[in-house]
């Protein structure tokens, strides 16, 4: 994921403050909400100086109500958002069907792996299912929030850290299956290792976290997941089809090796957590 680099020293370290406070405040306002993204809410993290594909898998992962008339590009272009966020506004495949939407042509789905029998609705884009001993699961987004160390504390002069938060201490799904296969769809022109990950959450409590971003005077502003807890998987293409009139592959998950038990979610886009928890088996 990018690195942000800013000054040294003090101005540095209140710049790299105002950042991570940005930061912090911004996307948990746009997802902590479960709100429809607005021209507003992007302008708004352009001009806080969030990384570019911060703001892109935002846009790719979350429902949108954007103004793309001519007079809504032109305010954007005047906010100088640069041109990769708008040709993703324009773009962003998470669109959520009316209900008055006629349902897709069944042979467009007649290879679709999330159909199950009787079922001819098509699959959503971001969502995963675990193929677990023959039975399919299909998991749900999880309500998240973000938290930020206290940038008044002391203990955090040297480095500060949000992270993504899941109420609760463990998941309500679950496995004793530790080698499972997931599956799930992406558009055709997205990379699977790019887009959609395993992680292993920390358990705090009543809640579990992911790192989301991570601050400090010496390194700057670094985004993403740290690489100590993405779970190695292989991912296939089994299929393609049609939704919502795009093309989209479908893909299968598998654990490059049987999973340790603990907490985890399949995260997509960075943006949006899929919630599933191992158990050793008895």
Not at 24 to 33: E, N
Request: with cysteine.
């Amino acid at each position: 994921m990018g690195i942000v680099k800013h000054g040294s020293g003090s101005e540095g370290l209140c710049r790299l403050l105002t950042f991570f406070i940005s930061l912090t405040f911004l996307i948990s306002s746009v997802l902590g909400q479960g709100r429809k993204l607005s021209n507003e809410d992007i302008i708004k993290m352009t001009k806080a100086e969030l990384p570019e594909e911060v703001i892109v898998k935002t846009i790719q992962t979350n429902e949108n109500r954007f103004d793309l008339s001519p007079d809504g590009l032109i305010a954007l272009k005047a906010a100088k958002v640069p041109d990769n966020i708008i040709k993703a506004m324009t773009g962003n495949p998470v669109r959520k069907p009316s209900p008055a939407q006629p349902a897709s042509p069944k042979a467009s789905n007649e290879n679709n792996p999330f159909l199950t029998a009787g079922n001819d609705s098509s699959a959503n884009y971001g969502s995963i299912v675990m193929v677990d001993n023959g039975k399919r699961v299909e998991l749900q987004a999880s309500r998240q929030e973000m938290r930020s160390s206290n940038p008044m504390d002391p203990r955090n002069m040297f480095g500060m850290k949000v992270n993504t938060t899941l109420p609760g201490n463990h998941s309500r799904i679950r496995t004793t299956n530790l080698t499972p296969t997931f599956e799930f769809s992406l558009p055709t022109n997205e990379k699977p290792d790019d887009m959609v990950v395993l992680a292993k959450l920390d358990v705090k409590g009543d809640r579990r976290e992911l790192e989301a971003a991570r601050a400090s005077g010496l390194t700057g502003v670094k985004t993403g997941i740290p690489a100590k807890k993405l779970i190695p998987v292989s991912y296939e293409v089994i299929g393609k089809t049609k939704e919502f009139g795009s093309d989209v592959y479908l893909y299968r998950a598998k654990l490059v090796m049987p999973i340790v038990p603990g907490e985890y979610a399949w995260v997509f886009g960075q943006a949006r957590l899929f919630e599933i928890g191992f158990d050793a088996a008895r």
